[in-house]
């Protein structure tokens, strides 16, 4: 049988142990998605390539395994560039295989192609770990190998590879791909100088803290390693949003997620050590620049770039979970005693009584409801839209997963990636949107139709961009540009032969409950206007 380009790249994935490829054909692309067919991977039909990558951003959260997409050259490849940022700031490992024009093009020739770009690679660096072309197809399992490595080594992230149409549909004599290596280098640890010293300053600490962030969630055995930490330490561990999950909330010593509050905020100022582990100390995480840290800080990250970025640390360039294993193990003895239990208690004490002083009961009961109707365990997305922003700090993640556009800030993330998380896990996933942010993958019904997406998708539609207008309002007295004209969501989802319900605020939790008790897509409309808790 003759095999081209595109049976090398099928192959390949294959043996890297792929089962999965999301993405959108396209003209350069023909080879790729012919050899699909040719194989055993599975293809979810996205309907725009931004979605298409969040869906396999939503998939790689879920399962542990790299997303990956096919997606044609120039306009197509151009659209994905929003998701692979949020996948880019989240470290989502991502494998974007995109085609090209002809060879003899490549270079800023202007042969006047087809969806032609002066230098396409060029485009997706600013978004990516890494970016390769491939010129012969002898060169694509190597290539698609050091790429899933690449992916995958923290901090994890997209890679892109494209390849040239004409390489993708020429005959090959290489010989099938059976077997193919990637590999991914064990997780980095830390200096056994500064674990020393970092364990020295948390031992000698009056008032120690811990900052959990999203590194935390992403590093294999972390949120086990930070808990027995903060035991041993009687430390308070406060979550960021990315972080949040990282230790149970129902657990003694966690001290919630509320970052943007004043009151938290002090408790991480006063730290006389605060220990950081997978946080840049970001806009959100540093309460919009209002944390100074009055003591030492030690700052553990993956990402070199992240030490020392905001504040004067103490560096740790190390992988989450082993940074927090080899403190733990070069402890000294604690002399004194502390009594973060007591710390964290009295944090969210005060948080609630500044939100009982705001008229936020209708917010605060939409969480409640919505907690109670998605099951523990399940996967929950998040769009950027006020519920979400509540969310990062009110959703307790229990024992799923918590996904938010939270680190790019990009809307229309949650539907196509609890899509990619379904397809993945073949379990039902929860999406939160707003009527917004719903525009934005609106298109992906067709897709959840077509591939019977066990998802729940809530529509919290409040006729504009709510958070936006919420900020304008509060800057210049008055919102400019947030009202939006948009469909009857109920007889949109109507359209695509998916099950809708309309809900209100007191039918909306019940309602959610009931789709999880179903088969196949089901979307959730609920008018109503939210509010956000005040600025502190």
């Known amino acids: 049988m003759k095999r081209n380009g595109g049976d090398v790249t099928v192959e390949s994935l294959t043996a890297l142990g792929v089962t999965h490829v999301f993405g959108i054909p396209g003209q350069h692309a023909l080879g790729l998605f012919d050899a699909i067919r040719r194989s055993d991977l599975s293809f979810v039909s996205s309907r725009v390539e931004n979605n298409s990558v969040f869906a396999a951003d939503g998939y790689a959260r879920t399962t542990g395994q790299v997303g990956v997409v096919f997606c044609s050259t120039g306009p197509g490849a151009l659209t994905a560039l929003g998701a692979l940022q949020e996948a880019y700031a989240a470290c989502v490992p991502v494998l974007m295989i995109t085609s090209q024009i002809p060879r003899d093009g490549l270079g800023g020739a202007r042969k006047g192609y087809l969806h032609q770009l002066d230098d396409q690679q060029a485009s997706a660096r600013n978004v990516t770990k890494s970016t390769a072309t491939v010129r012969d197809a002898a060169a694509i399992p190597g290539v698609l190998a050091d790429a899933w490595a690449t992916a995958q080594e923290a901090p994890a992230g997209p890679v892109w590879v ?171 003895e604690i002399g004194q005693t502390r009594s973060g239990a007591s710390a964290a208690s009295d944090l969210r004490t005060r948080v609630r009584a500044r939100l009982d002083t705001q008229d936020l009961a209708a917010e605060q009961r939409l969480l409640a409801d919505l907690r109670a109707a998605v099951p523990d365990d399940a996967e929950t997305f998040w769009d950027m839209t006020i519920a979400a922003y509540w969310a990062w700090s009110a959703w307790d993640p229990r024992t799923g997963g918590f996904h938010t556009a939270q680190a790019s800030g990009g809307l229309g993330l949650a539907f196509p990636a609890a899509i990619g998380a379904a397809v993945g896990t073949g379990r039902r996933t929860f999406a939160v949107s707003g009527d917004g942010g719903a525009m934005y993958s609106i298109a992906e019904l067709a897709t959840a139709r077509q591939h019977d997406a066990e998802i729940t998708w809530l529509v919290i539609d409040d006729g504009g961009y709510g958070i936006l207008r919420e900020y304008m309002t509060g800057a210049f007295g008055a919102a400019t540009a947030t009202e939006l004209a948009r469909p009857d969501f109920v007889l949109l989802a109507e359209a695509f032969g998916i099950p809708v319900h309309a809900a209100n605020p007191e039918t909306v939790g019940e309602i959610v409950a009931d789709t999880f008790a179903t088969s196949g897509p089901a979307v959730v409309v609920l008018p109503t206007v939210l509010r956000m808790f005040a600025p502190s």
């Not at 905020?265 to 009055?294: H, K, M, Q, W």
């Open 162 to 332: 494209e390849i040239p149409q004409d390489v993708l549909l020429e005959e090959v004599t290489v010989p099938p791909v059976t077997g193919l290596v990637a590999s991914v280098p064990p997780p980095r640890r830390p200096r056994p100088e500064v674990v020393v010293e970092a364990a020295r300053l948390l031992a000698a600490a009056e008032r120690p803290v811990i900052l959990a962030g999203g590194g935390v969630r992403r590093s294999a055995g972390a949120p086990e390693a930070l808990i027995a930490l903060a035991e041993t330490l009687d430390a308070p561990v406060v979550s960021t949003a990315g972080g949040n999950g990282a230790i149970p909330l129902a657990h003694p010593l966690s001290a919630g997620a509320w970052i943007e509050d004043r009151h938290t905020t002090d408790l991480l100022g006063d730290a006389d050590v605060l220990l950081a582990i997978g946080s840049s100390f970001g806009e959100v995480t540093s309460n919009y620049g209002t944390f100074a840290p009055r003591g030492r800080v030690i700052q553990v990250d993956a990402e070199a770039r992240v030490l020392g970025s905001n504040h004067d640390v103490l560096g740790v360039h190390a992988d989450a979970a082993t940074a927090l294993a080899d403190i733990a193990a070069a402890l000294p």
